[in-house]
């Protein structure tokens, strides 16, 4: 049985409001299993209904087949809309791609979405401090387009040249929602969250020499920000970072009456390896 979202719940009260649904339907729809057990797997398929963005799959540690077979599982719970794998290497890639015709996927963010994109609201900006944090802002990009956000890509403007980030300064001020992956010391989010207004989410990195131990320097850095209005993840955690930032992107949309979508020399996002684009395809 397809799994119920938000927006297929919304239309079955409507259908019982107008008396084209009787309640018991309604009913039957709406408590049904919450799950499906795969034997090695208990995918949650209600998750869509109460958070508005379905269940997502962490690939690590997993084997290629549980990959997808999970994504496949869930594809069918949900084929109206992305549904998502992360941290995922080739071989779980390439087997996603056996199981499910039509993927789209990114190689430097390990993620993969099955299922149309949602059309895009709101806009997403995602700044990475140097090359070596590309991994974790792909990750951030892809998770925020397929959660349905626009997404803009500002790559490579550490603080060690600081003419590069007030460069970046227009894309930040029309972003709904900022991105700031860093490394290293990880000073960038404190010196963009004192430049802008926006609500900023900074994602530390394990980027750097031994005295950062793994992240953690950057990790406290963000933490201690001066600047006001950064908020902070763990450690090389791009999709909670891009998850946030979307929600945010959406709620802005919404908020201002629109549905947030932006010039198309605008909109987009650039995957290192070109797979990905802002309308979803590739």
């Known amino acids: 049985m397809t799994a119920v979202d938000r927006d297929a719940a919304r239309e079955l009260l409507a259908g019982v409001a107008s008396g ?8 039957d729809r709406l408590v049904g299993d919450p799950y499906e057990d795969l034997g090695f797997a208990k995918i949650d398929t209600h998750r869509a209904l109460r958070t508005g963005d379905p269940e997502v799959v962490y690939g690590a540690g997993k084997s290629p087949e549980q ?33 499910i015709p039509g993927i789209i996927e990114d190689a430097q963010a390990g993620c993969v979405a099955a299922g149309p994109l949602p059309d895009p609201r709101g806009r997403v900006a995602i700044v990475s401090a140097g090359t070596s944090d590309g991994r974790i802002a792909a990750e951030a990009a892809f998770v925020a387009r397929a959660a349905g956000a626009n997404t803009e890509r500002i790559d490579d403007v550490g603080v060690a040249g600081l003419h ?19 490394g290293m010391d990880g000073a960038l989010p404190s010196v963009i969250g004192g430049l802008i207004g926006v609500p900023l989410v900074a994602v530390p990195t394990s980027v750097g020499y031994g005295a950062a131990f793994g992240g953690i320097a950057a990790l406290l850095t963000m933490l201690n920000s001066c600047a006001p209005g950064v908020a902070v993840v763990n450690i090389d955690n791009g999709f909670g970072a891009g998850l946030f930032a979307a929600r945010v992107a959406r709620r802005s949309a919404s908020a201002a009456g629109g549905p947030g979508t ?12 070109g797979t990905m684009r802002a309308d979803g395809s590739t």
Do not use: K
């Open 164 to 182: 590069r980030v007030l460069a970046a300064r227009p894309a930040l001020d029309r972003a709904d929602c900022v991105v700031v992956v860093a």
């Open 20 to 27: 084209a649904i009787r309640p018991e339907t309604a009913l």
């Open 67 to 99: 990959c997808a077979a999970i994504l496949a599982a869930l594809h069918r719970a949900h084929p109206e809309r992305a549904v998502l794998l992360t941290r995922a290497d080739e071989s779980a890639r390439a087997a996603v791609r056996a199981a």
């Open 262 to 273: 932006t010039r198309p020399e605008e909109g987009t996002t650039r995957a290192e390896d």
